[in-house]
């Protein structure tokens, strides 16, 4: 059964950093592009970052672009969201989802994506 589970959430200080980790398991990471999507209290679901699998290749959206990296390890299955200089509007549920690879195009419909992850609360502030 292909899962999707999130770690690595908190609170944290404007400025500060945090690692988001997805663990994914019954599927081949290589096979897949996997997502990292938000949402904050009272607002749409929004697109953060995409990794493919295979190539490594990346997207960001322009809110975190400069500040966030996106990486994966396939040994271990993972991907992680590294995120610097976190903002006050960057408090949100942190989602990751995986899709079946297909180089990046339309990464950030969210309908694209088959597998979604609980969740995992991060919480910017002073």
């Known amino acids: 059964q292909l899962q999707l589970v999130e770690s690595g959430g908190g609170l944290v200080q404007p400025g500060g950093s945090l690692r988001l980790s997805c663990a994914a398991s019954g599927f081949i990471l290589n096979n897949y592009e996997i997502g990292w999507f938000r949402q904050a209290p009272g607002k749409e679901r929004e697109d953060v970052s995409c990794i493919n699998g295979q190539y490594g290749s990346t997207a960001y959206a322009d809110s975190v672009k400069g500040r966030f990296t996106i990486s994966r390890d396939n040994a271990k299955n993972t991907v992680y969201l590294q995120m610097d200089s976190l903002k006050l509007e960057d408090t949100a549920v942190y989602y990751c989802?995986?899709?079946?690879?297909?180089?990046?195009?339309?990464?950030?419909?969210?309908?694209?994506?088959?597998?979604w992850g609980q969740g995992t609360q991060v919480t910017v502030s002073s």
């Open positions: 989802a995986a899709r079946v690879r297909q180089s990046l195009r339309d990464w950030a419909r969210a309908s694209s994506y088959n597998y």
